[in-house]
């Protein structure tokens, strides 16, 4: 059975702290895997990553691939409050456009 | 402006009643999507269609029933036979087979209680 785990399910943090979230998969197919923020209602999209070890920023996150290990690491630096959101990580199968996304990390950021 | 527009944002139903949520995207995408999310749960897969007039099940389809005519819309609809059908439910659409992004686009969601 396909699989995509995210940990950890939740943490709360100070503004200024650093996050490190993980998305670990076991799929038959794999084409890339991505990640969302999702604030209150829509997700909204922030990375897709295909090839192992090219990281990818925009401002203060980051995010990697290993696809010898299975499994993606989602970091923000300097949090603040406008970072807590939950943090859905999702994979792409070949051939079909369907995305299996995880549980979720819900992030809480405390002033 | 390009988007997915989902309606209704609230929807109340009893227990034994059918009820459609709309889902309609501007953008010219070919596939689209729905998912379900419950506290805890993620993103579920109900239903997607890659193509007008095709849809295939996903992860939980029992109880649910879609319908793609036109390329523009794809509604939902939740049957008296989904055992919980209390949740928040998303609409998607991405570009499809050519050129595929995985991006998805998502609707501001149809919150549906029962009561």
């Known amino acids: 059975e396909d699989k995509v785990v995210q940990s950890p399910l939740s943490l709360v943090v100070h503004e200024g702290d650093t996050v490190t979230l993980n998305c670990s998969y076991e799929?038959?197919?794999?084409?890339?895997l991505l990640w969302y923020k999702q604030e209150k209602k829509a997700p909204t999209f922030l990375f897709m990553l295909t090839s192992s070890g090219i990281e990818k920023k925009s401002g203060r996150l980051s995010s990697i691939l290993d696809k010898k290990e299975l499994f993606s690491i989602l970091n923000i630096t300097a949090t603040q409050t406008g970072d807590s959101a939950i943090y859905l990580c999702?994979?792409?199968?070949?051939?079909?456009?369907?995305?299996?996304f995880g549980k979720g990390n819900q992030v809480v950021v405390i002033p | 402006d390009g988007g997915i527009t989902q309606s209704p944002k609230y929807l109340f139903r009893k227990e034994g009643q059918n009820v459609t949520l709309s889902c309609e995207q501007n953008?010219?995408?070919?596939?689209m999507y729905w998912y379900r999310q419950d506290p805890g749960q993620g993103l579920r897969l109900i239903y997607y269609?890659?193509?007008?007039?095709?849809?295939q099940k996903g992860d939980i389809a029992e109880g649910y029933s879609v319908s793609r005519e036109k390329k523009e819309s794809f509604p939902l609809t939740v049957t008296s036979a989904q055992k919980n059908p209390t949740a928040f439910y998303l609409c998607?659409?991405?570009?499809?087979?050519?050129?595929?992004?995985?991006?998805?686009?998502f609707g501001e969601g149809s919150r549906l209680t029962v009561l």
């Open positions: 953008l010219n995408h070919d596939a």
């Open positions: 799929v038959t197919n794999f084409r890339s």
């Open positions: 269609s890659q193509i007008v007039n095709d849809f």
């Open positions: 999702a994979v792409l199968y070949y051939g079909n456009n369907r995305l299996a």
């Open positions: 998607a659409s991405s570009t499809g087979l050519a050129g595929i992004t995985g991006e998805l686009f």
